[in-house]
């Protein structure tokens, strides 16, 4: 089992960046592939990014490729999202999530379902 704490969210003007950072307790989270999501105001909780246990593979939303940069780190148990040329569509809560199985696509890591440890999310907000 793991543990998911984010951080590094905030208010950003349009244009701007963030990084994002999320913590993992448990040894098991270099084996995990992880994920990254949000959640805006009324809408439905969806797909920004995923990378593999290895890193060697990654995976983006199309509505942030270009911008959005996934990584980790394995020695520090931490997962990252940079984001960059910040919109303000792009306000909402972030997640992190781990998925304790391996993928047989890279797309199938993008399925939410996959992901069983979620983390309470942190909010980013960018301002127009």
Same mark, same amino acid.
């Given at each position: 089992q793991v543990q998911l704490v984010e951080s590094g969210g905030g208010l950003v003007q349009a244009g701007g960046s963030l990084r994002l950072s999320c913590a993992a307790s448990g040894r098991s989270f270099s084996t995990y592939t992880m994920g990254w999501f949000r959640?805006?105001?009324?809408?439905?909780?969806?797909?920004?990014? =995923?990378? #593999?246990?290895? @890193?060697?593979? %990654?995976?983006? =939303?199309? #509505?942030?490729? @270009?911008?959005? %940069?996934?990584?980790?780190?394995?020695?520090?148990?931490?997962?990252?999202?940079?984001?960059?040329?910040?919109k303000p569509e792009d306000t909402a809560v972030y997640y992190c999530a781990a998925d304790p199985s391996p993928p047989t696509t890279t797309q199938a890591m993008g399925i939410m379902r996959r992901y069983d440890y979620w983390g309470q999310g942190t909010q980013v907000t960018v301002s127009s």
């Open positions: 959640q805006a105001p009324g809408k439905e909780r969806k797909f920004v990014a =995923a990378i #593999s246990w290895t @890193g060697g593979s %990654t995976y983006y =939303a199309d #509505s942030v490729k @270009g911008r959005f %940069t996934i990584s980790r780190d394995n020695a520090k148990n931490t997962l990252y999202l940079q984001m960059n040329s910040l």
